[in-house]
């Protein structure tokens, strides 16, 4: 009875140390994944202020120029800010969802379940 109850308990103490090495190294994959997310965001910040400057500024002029009608330009500048921004709003998901120790909590959740089960 004795000796079970020593080596449940060093089971225990090989889980949490086993769990807190699985917590380092999800957050070192966090962290590898924080300077990218950094990156993409201020590219994509960049991006969307020279292409308003630039690409949407002469499509809305050269819009104008061929159908004489604000509508349709401004509807067009419209339509690309909003499908620039929607890739945005995507590529930051995915870098927060990679960010989100996933791993890590399925792992307590399937030692939760064992442990209710015992």
């Not at 060093?10 to 950094?38: D, G, H, M, N, Y």
């Not at 604000?70 to 921004?85: A, E, P």
Request: glycine share 4%; hydrophobic share 55%.
């Amino acid at each position: 009875m004795i000796k079970e109850l020593e080596q449940m308990g060093i089971a225990w103490i090989v889980l949490i140390r086993e769990q807190l090495k699985l917590f380092t190294l999800e957050a070192k994959l966090a962290k590898i994944s924080l300077l990218p997310a950094l990156v993409c965001t201020c590219l994509l910040l960049f991006l969307s202020i020279s292409t308003w400057l630039c690409a949407l500024t002469l499509a809305g002029y050269g819009l104008y120029f061929y159908s004489q009608s604000l509508f349709i330009t401004f509807l067009t500048v419209f339509l690309v800010n909003l499908g620039m921004m929607l890739t945005a709003a995507l590529l930051l998901k995915r870098y927060l969802k990679r960010m989100s120790f996933q791993y890590t909590r399925a792992q307590f959740h399937e030692y939760q379940k064992l442990e209710q089960t015992d």
